[in-house]
């Protein structure tokens, strides 16, 4: 996985984090934050906090003794040990987009389904740059509503062997979720196995939304406290498009995200002391002219540079989106937008990246051709995020001497020795001459991309899996979906 | 013009600085610099610099007391003082695409005509993002050989009123630009005056390139006595392509880059002590597969941000490319490649960008629809590079308390005063729902790119000029002209 060993960009003075850190405390202390499950109040009134029905107002110490139980490293484990990830510190995880209804292929746009799931659950197998396909690629929408986790869980289970995130969509769906993975990691010795083994190191991480302004909802809740007590990681997100779900300010959006975060931390720390969380940040801005949500914003790429300061203040790992943009094609707004977000996410060094493949048209869309233009992005943005090594070596005075003045040093004996992986080596990009570009057909950076991603799905390997196990997911799979009544 | 108040991202390590500062001096010192024009050699020779036919050996230390007469920062004065700009300290001046014999607009390549390069400049003098239209904006190939500079210095300075680059094709053609210049700054008096003028403000900046490695030629070099003679900044610049001008090595790239530019500065204080120079920065790499130039990849953003570090270290302004691309078509490519280039600019605080709009293909195409994407993301980074102001009143406390939990920002007072101007607005991206974007045409951005130039030249408007100097202006062409066999 990727260590960014390069030095973060950090905008916020020590004043500027002052001003910050009293904003979420008043807002928890005199605001307060709804959590519409009695459960979660009851936990926050037995701690001493002032609760009225399903406002919770939070003494802002209380919060942090909480935010402090939480792990500042710890690993993910995967069913194919050389793919378990490290969050926190300098790590970097990458996931692939998650949540679009649709999908985009070339010139058609048409409702996602099972098949594309598959597809480029397949698409992130095949590419070493994403630790994980993530959770929800694309909503299936041809596959039955009530068992449709189950099929996601178990595509992103069999068809690759990296991390995934749990569905969220309710308690039950949690609970499914974790019986699966303890399937995965039982050896094929059941679910009792599997339980001690991801009790012991985690092995789904899940996506819990906040209700924007400070309300985490019943659903998303439930499935929180599943995860939580079987300690699960869960990813507690602030979703903030700032003039809806937050004040047109971004300073007002940083204090209001960080007040929503350390409060779902917080009750992560009640159902589980010590529980592994990331912080989250969904943080961009509505086009006040339209109304729809924009991405790559200069908005976001600073609220993305503060969040990491913020999180690291508060010794917590922390979550940002990857590819962000509002285009509706694969163009070079797609492009210029998710570059726009996702170099400000090496440069903050977020921990934990979703959306960073495939993402489009303000994520209603996961694009196959999209998809390997991120690809692309983080292949170059993991060789630009590497630290330089400088020795007098590597200043190859005798090449200098060797060429001497106003020649060339494509035949020095340096570059000789060199030459196959001296410079990064594009997939999508070209560097052809426009009439060697013409003979071959004169295709732009998406259509290639198309021609790419078609090609790796034809040369996917699925990752080996024990037909014990698979015999078991099946199994389980086979049995829930007769009582879910699909 | 636009001032970078944010923080540089500093990537050097105080080691990695010492053994880069030892490697020009080597360079410098044992191989020496070719300087293809005996009175450059001569003026080394006098200065007590060993020489040895046209390499001259430089003992670095006399190379830094050159360096050390260099004006940290200077004006260059517009005829429009209103578009006068500052070089140097945390300002940045930003120039359209330079020296591109081909141009590019929609599916169309073609030979650049001056029909091109006047409507370059006058999409120059519409946005106030650009501070100059550059030097050759495309290469006006229609326009006879001996007089074309002429044609070019009087395009840019009647249709635009910002500051603009000199030919440096040879002595002749420089001293003509500095002769036009003394006329459009001579206030209809003619050039004595202006002549006053730009010696106590100097009004035109010239690109000399190096013939990299180690070589400075002999035109680039007439060019060069020209300027500096006339106390007008040159921006003296390696041409830095790692693998053919420069060994595969981005440290041994850096050391060279500092040997040829630092050469190049002492020889402009010997020329006149104290005239301004900008340390020029024109760092990528070949692709060791096709033995293209590549652009905008990993190495070209790691070259540019310690360029920024060393040229601060030695206290010389500088100058790097900005959306640089090999891509063949207005596309994503061209997109992510040219922000990968123009980010890491701002984040380095590049104190004069060449290159900053339009540039496609390697730079051998000026493209109107790049013209405008790269105008965009100027846009946008400008905001992002903009220091947020994090108060109290910033948090918008008022606001959470009237909006409360699970509701939205949209009615609410504060964002009702803000609305307008809170976000930054687009100039070319689109957030259109899908349904509404197809209802308009369903065009990419590079097609919207399209009808915006179009748009902008169709009202655009000619800056003001006094008659008296027009008509000096015409006269001194229309004569040279003729001196010229044209």
């Known amino acids: ?128 740059q994403l630790d994980t396909a993530g959770g929800v690629i694309c909503e299936p929408n041809d596959a039955p509503l009530d068992s449709r986790h189950l099929d996601m869980i178990h595509a992103l289970s069999t068809l690759t062997d990296k991390i995934y995130m749990g569905n969220v969509v309710s308690g039950p769906n949690a609970a499914d979720t974790i019986a699966m993975t303890e399937i995965l990691f039982g050896g094929g010795a059941g679910r009792e196995a599997g339980h001690a083994s991801i009790e012991r190191t985690p092995a789904v991480v899940s996506l819990i939304n906040c209700n924007s302004p ?106 940002t989106g990857g590819g962000l943009n509002s285009s509706q094609t694969a163009d070079a707004q797609a492009a210029y937008e998710s570059l726009m977000t996702l170099l400000p996410t090496f440069l903050a060094g977020a921990n934990f990246v979703m959306h960073a493949a495939g993402w489009l048209e303000g994520g209603l869309v996961s694009c196959y051709e999209k998809f390997i233009i991120d690809i692309e992005l983080l292949r170059e943005l993991r060789v630009e995020f590497t630290p330089l090594e400088i020795t007098e070596e590597s200043l190859a005075f005798g090449a200098h001497v060797e060429v001497g003045h106003g020649g060339h040093f494509l035949g020095a004996a340096h570059t000789m020795e060199r030459f196959r992986d001296c410079f990064y080596r594009p997939l999508l990009s070209s560097t052809a001459n426009f009439e060697r570009w013409l003979r071959y057909g004169g295709k732009d950076a998406t259509e290639r991309a198309g021609e790419i991603w078609r090609s790796t799905l034809d040369s996917y390997q699925p990752p080996p899996l024990d037909d014990a196990i698979r015999a078991e997911l099946d199994d389980y799979v086979s049995r829930r979906r007769v009582e879910l009544g699909d």
């Open 214 to 319: 400070l309300r985490w909802d019943d659903r998303m809740l439930d499935a929180q406290f599943e995860y939580c007590a079987a300690g699960q990681p869960v990813v507690l997100t602030p979703f903030l498009l700032m003039g809806a779900m937050s004040p047109v300010s971004i300073p007002a959006a940083l204090a209001q995200q960080l007040a929503e975060a350390m409060a779902g931390i917080a009750l992560a720390q009640l159902i589980r002391p010590g529980c592994p969380v990331i912080f989250g940040s969904f943080l961009s801005n509505i086009d006040m002219q339209s109304g729809s949500p924009s991405f790559g914003t200069p908005e976001s790429a600073i609220g993305l540079l503060c969040t990491g300061q913020l999180a690291r203040h508060y010794g917590l790992p922390f979550r």
């Open 1 to 128: 996985m990727f260590v960014n060993r390069m030095p973060r960009y950090e905008i916020l003075s020590p004043d500027a984090i002052a001003v910050l850190d009293k904003g979420w405390r008043r807002i928890v202390s005199e605001v307060g934050v709804q959590f519409a499950k009695p459960e979660a109040v009851d936990l926050f009134a037995k701690a001493g906090q002032r609760t009225d029905g399903e406002i919770v107002y939070l003494d802002p110490e209380f919060v942090l003794e909480q935010v402090a139980k939480v792990p500042r490293e710890f690993d993910i484990q995967a069913r194919n040990p050389a793919n378990t990830v490290h969050i926190g510190g300098d790590h970097m995880v990458f996931g692939a987009v998650y949540g679009s209804p649709f999908v985009r292929e070339g010139a058609v746009r048409r409702d996602a389904t099972l098949d594309d799931f598959h597809k480029l659950c397949q698409l992130s197998q095949a590419f070493p």
